[in-house]
């Protein structure tokens, strides 16, 4: 016989001004919050969103207490994966929005991606808190239509482009 699993949570931590603060959408709420954004990186991801003048933005996390998710770099359109992957580091993980212009029917499409990038050399609590923070992450971001997990030899147009038309 198997029981149901019940979310453990502490009265003190219900709101009870809300009529709808049951314990388990508090639990829920609680869990999805991850890590606070700050407001430049949801400018510069609007930025890459609405105007034509960015390619992709890099953002990562405040070291080191890693409590932030803050603006690395980006790159104007003119960037492509090479100079992505030149200015990425060997080591550390990094959260890249990308504008990837992917080739349909003969037509140019943009799709905006999440890509989570974690090297093979970084620490294991860098390899831990990124991914775990990707989905609160990615629901902050209005408009993400695929996320791609890569690290340094998946970043490249091939893998990009076979992921995407999976």
Do not use: W
Request: proline residues 9%; aromatic residues 8%.
């Amino acid at each position: 016989m198997h029981l149901p699993i019940i979310p453990v949570v502490i009265p003190s931590q219900i709101h009870k001004n809300t009529a709808r603060s049951t314990p388990v959408a508090q639990f829920k709420k609680e869990m999805n919050l991850g890590i606070p954004i700050a407001p430049e990186a949801l400018n510069a991801y609007t930025k890459l969103k609405m105007e034509n003048s960015l390619r992709y933005v890099v953002f990562k996390l405040r070291t080191p207490s890693l409590n932030l998710v803050e603006v690395d770099f980006d790159a104007p359109t003119t960037a492509d994966m090479t100079t992505l992957l030149e200015a990425l580091p060997v080591n550390e993980p990094r959260y890249i929005c990308y504008k990837y212009p992917l080739a349909v029917e003969g037509t140019i499409r943009e799709k905006m991606l999440l890509l989570l990038y974690v090297p093979d050399g970084c620490p294991i609590r860098m390899r831990t808190v990124y991914p775990g923070n990707k989905g609160p992450f990615k629901s902050a971001l209005t408009g993400i239509q695929n996320d791609i997990d890569v690290d340094r030899s998946g970043l490249t147009v091939a893998y990009i482009e076979d992921k995407l038309r999976r």
